[in-house]
């Protein structure tokens, strides 16, 4: 999943002049501080399940960004 959200995050990346402009800088900055290694969880911790949630709800709406900036072709493998 953090591939797949870091893949998006680097397509999306300096996007220019686009109405979602501010939603994808947005949407990177969360996704930058939560797959920042301080956030992460360790087997210890007891909020893993939210952790995951939140870096799939963020991939997901990086995906759906991705998708209408690029009339839904799927990025690059």
Known sequence: MVQHLRTFMHH???????????DVHNLIRAAERNLDVPVRPTPQ???RDAYWHTI??????????????????EPPA
């Open 12 to 22: 999306l990346n300096g996007q220019d002049s686009t109405a979602t402009h501010t």
């Open 45 to 47: 911790t007891s909020h």
């Open 56 to 73: 799939t709800t963020l991939t997901n709406a990086l995906r759906d960004l991705y998708l209408i900036h690029h009339d839904g072709q």
